[in-house]
């Protein structure tokens, strides 16, 4: 169960970040649009790839900080200023998102595989996401920086994220329809979280 649960976590963590239309889920819809399913699948098993290695990465810094306790006092500092400042961004200012576009064009056809690679490799923001969310399980005790769990973690996170990738491909047309529901109520669950983050991370520091 030690060893299930980082999997489960980084899968349920992954799916909920990624689920959300972005670049590259957009891009694996069109792709599987014009181009056919297999193209599509290529194209997400290249930026998976791409999200293990970025994850891999993320955790053995988050590793690295762990181990150094005046690191992880300032970390946790300065996450609370940022938790706070998201929170109120997204109750506040962000009250009604812009449907994203959805006439991205695909051109060319190269070998999607590298396609996806080289997309997944331009965002950099799994890194400081996947660092931030693993001290924070492991603070609260349910994920460790041993090598199974580890292991374990960025499985779940592949598998969440190739997951979502595929859900796009499969089903876009779907999901098309429903992103405007989805864009105007996930600013509240991302503030709730955000602050609820940010409640957690103070009371940790004042009764450590």
């Known amino acids: 169960m030690t060893y299930f ?5 980084g899968f349920c ?3 909920l ?3 959300l239309p972005g670049l590259i889920n957009m891009t694996a819809a069109k792709i599987s649009l014009q181009e056919g399913k297999n193209e599509a699948l290529s ?3 290249g930026a998976s790839t791409v999200v293990f290695f970025q994850t891999f990465i993320a955790v053995l810094f988050a590793r690295f900080i762990s181990n150094h306790q005046e690191i992880v006092a300032t970390l946790q500092e300065i996450g609370i ?5 998201l929170s109120i961004y997204f109750f506040w200012v962000a009250k009604k998102p812009k449907k994203p576009k959805t006439n991205l064009k ?4 190269s070998n999607r595989f590298f ?5 997944s490799t331009i965002n950099l923001l799994p890194i400081p ?3 931030f969310a693993s001290m924070g399980l492991s603070a609260a005790g349910y994920f460790s920086f041993d090598k199974i769990p580890v292991s374990s973690f960025v499985m779940g996170v592949v598998l969440g994220s190739f997951t979502v990738f595929y859900i796009y491909i499969v089903a876009f047309k779907k999901i098309e329809k429903k992103t405007e529901f989805m864009m105007q109520n996930i600013n509240t669950i991302i503030g709730s979280v955000t602050t609820f983050m940010a409640v957690v991370t103070l009371v940790k520091l004042l009764y450590k």
Not at 81 to 85: A, R, T
Not at 106 to 109: A, H, N, P
Not at 115 to 119: P, R
């Open 5 to 9: 649960l980082p999997l489960v976590l």
């Open 13 to 15: 963590i992954a799916f």
């Open 17 to 19: 970040a990624v689920i």
């Open 43 to 45: 194209f997400a098993v």
């Open 81 to 85: 200023f940022v938790f706070s400042l």
């Open 106 to 109: 695909v051109k060319g056809k």
């Open 115 to 119: 396609f996806g690679m080289l997309l």
């Open 129 to 131: 996401f996947y660092v």
